[in-house]
């Protein structure tokens, strides 16, 4: 009896050691600890398996002897055998072959293998390589299709985003979705330090599921989150100076009095006195040099991460740069907090916050620059008794700006910017082929701004009265997501599919006001200004609820379908169309896995891919769908033969409603494939697209007798546009190298979209010199063509007359007639006189194509990297040049006005000087049209890891010392100081970008 008792108790003992158990870990890449998401987790030689979440985490039912296989395409497969811990953390490192990494997409994650739709994506340290505030910067160039163009060179500067092209001629931006919450702004407040990768969802058939908001493109942004385990603390510091890449060359003293003297003598008005000995003026004030000067920058993160049952993730970050133009400079506060909980192995909250505040102390950079290079070298900054100074006397002599110093050493402008995202998410498996997971999130903004200008006198420039002005905005996005999963195979078939809700509501408050004079300019606050001039103030409000479903599909891993649908119901849209569907299908497959591939070695891999999709835009002004009532308006009732007058307030109509506008809907087709050669080390991903934007928005003109408001940005908003992007775009990447000691690997995309409006009601708008018309571009540069420059009175009478050419040559008159030395332009219509109906397309911003060109290698403890960006084949408005290379007003100008026309042969592309330019050589031209191509060195980065050896001693880790170059070198036959001038190619004075070199350290305890 003891035996048989001994032996059960012996055998209930085994039974509970075998008893299965939860195991739980996360799943990293050893060389960068970064977590990889979609990693195959099974038990051997059973059914139960499982794959790695957004943060490389996994849970999965095993008992003592099990053992568990971690596999992942592009890395090493490792089995570990299950023992008495609950927690088993895993690293792989590359292999010979391609990554085949895990993208983000919408309300979920996939494998690049099984992916149906086109979606570039680019990692978290190419992302941090940058040495901008803003992790947009760092990506120009590095991802095919997206079109990323710095707006300008100042401090905490924002970009401009355009994927597959321009869609329409409204807002063009791109949804931004941080963590699962789509934004209403961009991600300007995030550390690039702590984003772990980028995700842009190009074609329709990847975006459907934004449905309404998902037609400019999605670019999915996910931040870093912990490692299960013990603590690990990393610090990042880097120091680096600023100096302006390149600035425009102007005349000195004596040289623009010599110009000054040829222009008016032209016209036959009086010279100045004080330039009747130019060469005695000497040098004079380089105006220019005056605002610029080296700037330093720094920044600092630290961060803190680990954890058992919450995993965490904690993150501080400073960055402070100050601007190469003088007293200017940018500030900026980050926290960020990502925390995961694990109750059981059923429930799970994930919640995410960020918070950040910035202060932009900033002026006007055309302000600044324009009024640099108008005013005349031979005005000095200071006067005698160390006053700021300016121009004096008549304007027409000496000019009217206003001096720059003066501006940025007594007037004050600052921006304060707050701003905070947050997630809550909980996750509960109902079976283990059945999550629900819900999402609530919030998005809240505040900003205020203050400007000071103090009354001055600086030469005949004056403001008698000292102005200040204030505004706030505080703006709130909130959001509720519903979803429920199901994943589960059968044999061959795989099936994911999930249902949903969403719901968002944006508000937006604003307030401003402006006081003018005060007892003392000591006083600086608002409350002190003697006189109240302006206060305002307004809301806004918008709200879209949505349904939403996907289907994923794949056999045998060969063959993969998706379908999604959307329903989005928006606030913003008339009563008669305020719900729409946005369905999307593609699919794939995989020829590769086929048998009759199986004998063709050198094809690592080759997939085909097809989609079509529907999306909308709503990214439109509120309340277009009503009319629109003034209320700044006052009528006096009474008479006006001796009786008193009353004024009343009045409100009146002042916008033709239109109920039934709707969406802009876009339409894509995409076709595409992958394949890789060599066991992976070469792959090539193609993209071919079309797209086709519909019911764009576009105001129309409204009779005089409506009795509505006639100014054009009152009119209506119509649904009748239609405009079309189609384009092709290829990535190539190569493991060139690839042994104990070194690596060398290769990226490389290119990029070509074509742009042109269809359909526009046969009407035209035309803003400046941009044109959108059917048929061409959108924002195509619009104007004369020039033809030469005359050389002799023959030349002048020759051809078609322009309009201020003399009647004969007896009766011309150099002053007012069109003369020897002006341009000539060409006749494009019928007649004998250049009119309005000569001009044509002279330009266009748009690029034939955008590529980029990145190298990293690594040798032992040594990393290099370096990435090259190219633009070809767009246009750009220089309208700088106008103003300085004119001559024809009190303006210095450019030292190419040095080889202008003084007699015949004597220059065949800068005109002559003439005051007033009666000929109106200054037109809008060709002649300001350039070549906005350019190949820019954008960054370099050299790190040296210190020996292991040096370093455990004293307990750190990992101990990386690096520099960063950006912006080293700029290949262009662009004139100005920079060709990224923004999305629509117009330059007319930008905030100029800076060559960075910067130094830093990376600790890991």
């Known amino acids: 009896m003891k035996?048989?008792?001994?032996?059960?108790?012996?055998?209930?003992?085994?039974?509970?050691?075998?008893?299965?158990?939860?195991?739980?870990?996360?799943?990293?890449?050893k060389e960068t600890l970064e977590p990889l998401i979609g990693v195959s987790v099974i038990v051997e030689n059973s059914k139960a398996g499982t794959t790695t979440d957004l943060n490389g985490e996994y849970s999965i039912s095993a008992k003592e002897g099990d053992v568990l296989v971690f596999s992942y395409l592009g890395m090493e497969t490792r089995e570990i055998t299950v023992k008495q811990e609950k927690t088993i953390n895993v690293m792989l490192s590359n292999n010979d072959q391609a990554l085949d990494e895990i993208v983000v997409v919408g309300y979920g994650i996939m494998k690049r293998r099984d992916l149906t739709g086109a979606i570039s994506s680019v990692q978290g340290e190419s992302i941090a390589r940058t040495t901008s505030s803003n992790a947009l910067i760092g990506l120009a160039g590095k991802l095919p299709g997206v079109q990323i163009i710095q707006n300008s060179g100042k401090p905490g500067g924002d970009v401009t985003i355009r994927v597959r092209g321009i869609g329409t001629i409204n807002n063009s931006d791109p949804l931004f979705v941080v963590d699962g919450i789509p934004l209403n702004s961009g991600i300007w407040y995030l550390n690039p330090d702590n984003i772990q990768s980028i995700d842009v969802l190009k074609d329709a058939s990847a975006?459907?599921?934004?449905?309404?908001?998902?037609?400019?493109?999605?670019?999915?942004?996910?931040?870093?989150?912990?490692?299960?385990?013990?603590?690990?603390?990393?610090?990042?510091?880097?120091?680096?100076?600023?100096?302006?890449?390149?600035?425009?060359?102007?005349?000195?003293?004596?040289?623009?009095?010599?110009?000054?003297?040829?222009?008016?003598?032209a016209a036959g008005v009086s010279l100045n006195p004080d330039f009747a000995d130019p060469q005695s003026l000497g040098e004079g004030t380089d105006w220019l040099g005056t605002l610029f000067d080296v700037a330093p920058m720094q920044k600092i993160s630290a961060l803190i991460s680990g954890g058992d049952k919450t995993v965490y993730s904690v993150s501080l970050g400073y960055y402070q740069q100050d601007g190469i133009i003088k007293n200017t400079g940018y500030n900026k506060v980050n926290l960020q907090s990502n925390?995961?909980?694990?109750?059981?192995?059923?429930?799970?909250?994930?919640?995410?916050?960020?918070?950040?505040?910035?202060?932009?102390?900033?002026?006007?950079?055309?302000?600044?620059?324009?009024?640099?290079m108008r005013l005349?070298?031979?005005?000095?900054?200071?006067?005698?008794?160390?006053?700021?100074?300016?121009?004096?006397?008549?304007?027409?002599?000496?000019?009217?700006?206003?001096?720059?110093?003066?501006?940025?050493?007594?007037?004050?402008?600052?921006?304060?910017?707050?701003?905070?995202?947050?997630?809550?998410?909980?996750?509960?498996?109902?079976?283990?082929?059945?999550?629900?997971?819900?999402?609530?999130?919030?998005?809240?903004?505040?900003?205020?701004?203050?400007t000071f200008y103090p009354k001055f006198k600086w030469g005949a420039y004056q403001q008698d009265k000292t102005i200040q002005s204030g505004s706030s905005a505080y703006e709130?996005?909130?959001?509720?997501?519903?979803?429920?999963?199901?994943?589960?195979?059968?044999?061959?078939?795989?099936?994911?599919?999930f249902a949903g809700s969403s719901f968002q509501n944006y508000r937006r408050h604003t307030l401003s006001a402006q006081g003018s004079d005060r007892s003392s300019d000591q006083t600086t606050e608002l409350d002190n200004a003697l006189e109240a001039e302006k206060v305002g103030g307004n809301q806004a409000e918008w709200a879209i609820m949505s349904y939403l479903g996907r289907i994923n599909y794949h056999y045998a891993d060969r063959y993969f379908l998706t379908a999604s649908l959307r329903v989005d119901g928006s606030s913003r849209f008339g009563p008669n169309n305020r719900?729409?569907?946005?369905?999307?299908?593609?699919?794939?497959?995989?020829?590769?896995?086929?048998?009759?591939?199986?004998?063709?070695?050198?094809?690592?891999?080759?997939?085909?891919?097809?989609?079509?999709?529907?999306?909308?835009?709503?990214?439109?002004?509120?309340?277009?769908?009503?009319?629109?009532?003034?209320?700044?308006?006052?009528?006096?009732?009474?008479?006006?033969?001796?009786?008193?007058?009353?004024?009343?307030?009045?409100?009146?109509?002042?916008?033709?409603?239109?109920?039934?506008?709707?969406?802009?809907?876009?339409?894509?087709?995409?076709?595409g494939f992958d394949i890789s050669f060599l066991k992976n080390r070469i792959s090539l991903s193609a993209d071919f697209y079309l797209k086709n934007t519909n019911d764009?928005?576009?105001?129309?003109?409204?009779?005089?007798?409506?009795?509505?408001?006639?100014?054009?940005?009152?009119?209506?908003?119509?649904?009748?546009?239609?405009?079309?992007?189609?384009?092709?775009?290829?990535?190539?990447?190569?493991?060139?190298?690839?042994t104990k000691d070194f690596k060398w690997e290769t990226g490389f995309n290119i990029s070509f979209n074509r742009n042109k409006v269809k359909y526009l009601v046969g009407q035209e708008i035309l803003s400046g010199?941009?044109?959108?018309?059917?048929?061409?571009?959108?924002?195509?540069?619009?104007?004369?063509?020039?033809?030469?420059?005359?050389?002799?009175?023959?030349?002048?009478?020759?051809?078609?007359?322009?309009?201020?050419?003399?009647?004969?040559?007896?009766?011309h008159n150099s002053y007012v007639n069109t003369s020897p030395g002006d341009m000539a332009f060409k006749k494009l219509t019928e007649g004998d006189v250049i009119t309005d109906k000569d001009r044509t397309i002279i330009g266009n911003p748009q690029p034939d194509f955008i590529t980029g060109l990145n190298n990293t290698l690594s040798y032992k403890n040594v990393e290099l990297s370096f990435f090259i960006q190219a633009v070809y084949g767009n246009d750009v408005w220089n309208a700088v040049r106008i103003d300085h290379e004119g001559m024809s007003s009190t303006y210095n100008q450019l030292t190419s006005t040095l080889g202008r026309w003084n007699g015949e042969g004597s220059s065949y592309t800068m005109p002559r000087a003439v005051y007033a330019d009666p000929n109106v050589n200054n037109r809008a031209s060709t002649r300001w049209v350039e070549d906005g191509s350019f190949i820019r060195f954008k960054n370099i980065t050299a790190g040296y890891h210190l020996p292991s050896e040096w370093i455990k001693m004293i307990g750190v880790e990992d101990v990386k010392i690096y520099s960063n170059i950006d912006n080293l070198l700029t290949l262009t036959n662009y004139s100005g100081i920079d060709p990224e001038v923004g999305i629509n190619g117009l330059d007319n004075v930008i905030y100029p970008t800076s060559r960075t070199v910067l130094f830093g350290v990376n600790i890991v305890f």
């Open 3 to 29: 035996k048989i008792l001994f032996l059960c108790i012996f055998l209930a003992g085994i039974s509970l050691k075998l008893k299965a158990q939860n195991i739980s870990g996360r799943v990293v890449e």
């Open 207 to 265: 975006t459907a599921i934004y449905g309404a908001r998902g037609a400019n493109g999605v670019i999915m942004v996910t931040t870093k989150s912990g490692i299960k385990g013990e603590s690990k603390i990393s610090i990042n510091y880097s120091y680096g100076l600023q100096q302006i890449n390149k600035v425009y060359k102007t005349l000195n003293a004596a040289q623009y009095a010599a110009l000054h003297n040829d222009m008016r003598s």
């Open 339 to 372: 925390l995961k909980s694990v109750f059981s192995p059923k429930f799970t909250i994930t919640s995410n916050t960020v918070l950040s505040g910035e202060k932009n102390r900033m002026h006007d950079a055309y302000t600044l620059i324009a009024n640099a």
């Open 376 to 450: 005349l070298p031979s005005v000095p900054v200071y006067d005698e008794e160390g006053n700021l100074t300016g121009p004096t006397g008549n304007a027409e002599l000496n000019g009217n700006a206003i001096n720059p110093v003066g501006i940025i050493t007594t007037q004050k402008n600052t921006t304060e910017t707050f701003r905070g995202l947050a997630n809550l998410t909980g996750e509960y498996a109902i079976t283990s082929y059945l999550q629900f997971k819900t999402t609530a999130g919030v998005e809240a903004g505040y900003n205020m701004t203050d």
């Open 476 to 497: 709130v996005l909130v959001l509720w997501d519903n979803t429920l999963t199901f994943n589960q195979s059968f044999k061959n078939h795989h099936v994911t599919a």
């Open 579 to 671: 719900y729409a569907w946005f369905p999307s299908f593609s699919g794939a497959w995989v020829a590769s896995s086929e048998s009759f591939m199986s004998g063709i070695d050198y094809i690592s891999f080759l997939k085909l891919r097809a989609g079509y999709g529907q999306t909308g835009n709503q990214n439109i002004s509120d309340y277009i769908f009503a009319d629109k009532l003034e209320v700044e308006g006052q009528y006096n009732f009474g008479s006006s033969r001796g009786f008193a007058s009353i004024p009343a307030g009045i409100i009146y109509p002042n916008k033709l409603a239109n109920t039934n506008v709707k969406w802009e809907s876009v339409e894509q087709y995409n076709i």
């Open 696 to 738: 764009m928005l576009t105001k129309v003109p409204v009779p005089q007798t409506s009795g509505y408001s006639l100014s054009s940005g009152d009119w209506p908003a119509i649904n009748i546009g239609k405009v079309e992007n189609k384009g092709m775009e290829f990535t190539l990447n190569t493991l060139n190298f690839n």
């Open 769 to 811: 010199i941009s044109l959108i018309r059917e048929g061409v571009p959108i924002h195509s540069f619009y104007g004369y063509v020039v033809d030469h420059i005359y050389q002799n009175m023959d030349d002048v009478f020759t051809g078609p007359a322009m309009e201020n050419r003399a009647a004969s040559p007896e009766s």
